[in-house]
């Protein structure tokens, strides 16, 4: 599937279509837009509205609960920091320091982001890069972690 450029089109129509029959089809829409589009747009909640019936407030209310729906494009790579107390407690938030200012000196295609608990809170400081956690985590390491994802060495 093609990726757009962040107008939504009749491909938002064609995926509430696919899901309009099943039970509960606001979710999986939403899924597969932002899987389509990278990003849920303000045309696409409200495409979104006119197929499920809904009010343009109750799909931006959905949109806007779930963390992981992004309102906006989003750059290629994701860093996500986690910022809660285990990690906290072990150096957090030198990481997390290290990792503002990388995202502030580099041009780098990475898009940061505060997570509290990754689920790794045994090998804290924990922090995920396009999916992959990584523990264990200190201000050097994430600044070469950034910059190589910035330069697309990360993958
Ligand atoms: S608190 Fe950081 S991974 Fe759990």
Not at 114 to 133: E, I, K
Request: charged residues 20%.
């Amino acid at each position: 599937m093609e990726r757009s450029n962040g107008k939504a089109g009749p491909d938002v129509v064609a995926i509430c279509a696919r899901h309009q029959a099943s039970e509960g089809p606001l979710l999986p829409i939403l899924h597969d837009v932002q899987a389509h589009y990278g990003h849920i747009s303000d045309d696409a909640i409200q495409q979104i509205a006119d197929a499920l019936n809904l009010s343009r407030a109750e799909v931006f209310g959905v949109v806007t609960f779930y963390h992981d729906f992004h309102r906006e494009p989003q750059r290629t790579h994701s860093l996500k920091v986690c910022r809660a107390e285990a990690c906290q407690s072990v150096g957090g938030r030198d990481v997390w320091a290290a990792a503002s200012a990388a995202a502030d000196s580099h041009h780098a295609d990475v898009q940061l982001e505060a997570v509290y608990c990754l689920g790794n809170c045994a090998c804290a400081p924990s922090v995920q890069l396009d999916g992959r956690t990584i523990g264990r985590m200190n201000a050097q390491r994430v600044s070469a972690l950034f910059a190589r994802a910035g330069t697309g060495a990360a993958s």
